[in-house]
């Protein structure tokens, strides 16, 4: 009789503070028609971890209980057994991957994870398995928001959060499109999202962030990319029937003075996140932690001023 094949994975055993997160050993999970599976070599810890394990996701209605929950979105590492009818990956090639499900029993936290072949991509070229784990949920989130505001060449921007792993992200994808950028960061990030090709820059503390931007852009920025969740207070600052994206759930204000609002939802998209790979884009980690410091990493994230994000590997 031959031995069920096991790995370790962090889970959410209920829901609470980071003690509910643990170890666990469980079957090795195998890859169905349309699926690869991951051996993970990096797993980027992200805002939407914690609001999982806290219950907070539950409560919104946004997923079902669980008595215990799979923690973690973004994985790289290396495909090791393709299901049925895959041609697109073969073993051995190194890849990053979106789960964007959120009601199951494992996540990216693990050893090793299934995703959709239409999930995955290549990894970028040269990057290390930490830095390549850091861009799917958030470069997909930034592009994604980027197409809903549908901007042209020429139009203007603005970025909050833009020292954030979604803004900067955001910040760089509007500079490649031709867009004028309006960053907001605070004066340690200014240097950092100028280096990105944002053109101006707006203090994150601001009293009256609307009055800031309307001064470098009289009449009001074309479009809005709210990655700080600020709602109104970003709106104010975009022109009459201009454009604006939220990225925080439930932070979307009223479409004030004709101005097309959206609420941005993360999709995994593998075609997508392959052109970001290409893209040679600023991947930020702040620091690499073992799977069972996954706690840890909960906390320090829950604590702010990090910049970047903490990643875990097996």
Known sequence: MIAEEKMRAVVARGYGGPEV????????????PGQVRIRVEA??????????????????????????????WDAAGVVDRLGAGVTAFAPGQRVVGLRDLLDVS????????V??????????????????ATLP?????????????????????????????????????AVRRGLRVVAQADVTGDAFVRGLGAESVVGRDATDLAAD????VPGGIDGALDTAGLGIHALAAVRTKGAFATVVGGSAPVPLRGI???????????????????????????????????AEAHQRLAAGGIRGRLVLVP
């Not at 072949?117 to 290390?128: C, E, F, K, L, T």
């Not at 980027?146 to 992200?169: H, K, M, N, R």
Request: net charge negative; glycine share 12%; aromatic share 2%.
């Open 260 to 294: 097309r609002v959206h609420q941005q939802w993360i999709s995994a998209d593998g075609d997508a996140l392959a052109e970001l790979a290409a893209m040679d884009l600023t991947l930020r980690v702040a620091e690499v932690l073992p799977l069972e410091r996954a």
């Open 21 to 32: 997160l643990g170890l666990v050993t469980v079957p090795l999970p195998e890859p169905g």
């Open 43 to 72: 797993a980027t810890v992200n805002p939407v971890d914690l609001a999982t394990r806290s219950g907070t996701l539950v409560e919104a209605g946004l997923m079902a209980g669980r008595e215990h929950t799979g923690i973690g």
């Open 115 to 132: 995703l959709d072949a239409a999930a995955v991509a290549p990894a970028p070229p040269g990057a290390s398995a930490a830095a390549a």
């Open 137 to 173: 949920l958030n470069g997909l989130t930034a592009l994604q928001a980027l197409d809903l505001l549908d901007l042209g060449a020429g139009d203007t921007l603005l970025v909050t959060g833009a020292t954030g792993a979604v803004g900067a992200f955001a910040v760089e994808l």
């Open 213 to 216: 931007v309307r001064h470098l």
């Open 106 to 113: 494992l996540g990216a936290y693990a050893e090793h994870l």
